[in-house]
């Protein structure tokens, strides 16, 4: 089946460091791939995407590349900042018209 | 556009009271999505639409749950009757068919307790 798994946080960094979280999924076929973040109190934002293999989707200084060989769309940024204290959910669409199945979110915490 | 928009935000009811959540999806979007967020189990999916059909409600937990789509614009999402173990944060989200490349829009969730 699908199914998406994500590296359990939380992940505690100081201002300016680098973030990688790891995320690395199952599908059968050509999923679509996202990241979303949702800050206290919200609901979840797209963060960023990818459709196909190879592309990298890019927002915000954030960066994630659909690699299709190792199965993965891990979520990288040179230099986080305080702001970018959220959760992180990596989620991935099977098909076209199906619903997005998600990861169970990391938490991100940064400290100035 | 004004985004998904939900209705509540917050509710706190009594165990075995009705509940209904609404939902307003973005203009022109032609899937709808239902979604509990907990901590114990993350997001899962109850519900989805397409063109007000439902589609897929294999997530909804029993028979105390229920969603309707009168039409493009509203959805609601009912429990009937209500349990503590109902508490949670329930998201709307709606998207317009891509291909398979849709983003789905999130509403700000309505925060259900049920006491």
């Known amino acids: 089946g699908n199914s998406v798994t994500q590296m359990e946080g939380p992940v505690t960094l100081s201002e300016e460091a680098f973030l990688t979280i790891n995320c690395t999924y199952t599908a059968t076929g050509y999923p679509s791939l996202f990241w979303y973040v949702q800050y206290p109190g919200e609901g979840l934002q797209l963060l960023l995407k990818?459709?196909?293999?190879?592309d990298k989707g890019s927002n915000k200084g954030f960066e994630a590349t659909y690699r299709k060989e190792t199965t993965s769309f891990h979520l990288e940024k040179g230099s986080v900042q305080v702001s970018d204290s959220a959760v992180y959910f990596c989620?991935?669409?099977?098909?076209?018209?199906?619903?997005?199945?998600f990861g169970k979110g990391t938490t991100l915490s940064v400290s100035s | 556009d004004a985004g998904v928009i939900q209705s509540p935000r917050h509710e706190v009811t009594e165990m075995g009271q009705e509940v209904t959540l609404r939902c307003k999806p973005i203009?022109?979007?032609?899937?709808l999505f239902w979604y509990r967020q907990t901590m114990m189990r993350g997001l899962e999916l109850l519900i989805y639409f397409n063109n007000n059909v439902p589609i897929d409600d294999s997530g909804m937990p029993e028979d105390r749950f229920s969603a309707k789509m009168p039409n493009a614009s509203f959805s609601t999402l009912k429990i009937q009757p209500s349990e503590p173990r109902d508490s949670a944060v329930y998201f709307c989200?709606?998207?317009?068919?891509?291909?398979?490349?849709?983003?789905?829009?999130f509403g700000p969730g309505t925060r259900l307790l049920v006491l």
């Open positions: 989620a991935l669409n099977p098909q076209a018209g199906t619903a997005l199945i």
């Open positions: 990818a459709t196909k293999a190879d």
């Open positions: 203009s022109g979007h032609d899937y």
């Open positions: 989200a709606s998207s317009l068919a891509s291909g398979g490349r849709e983003t789905q829009y």
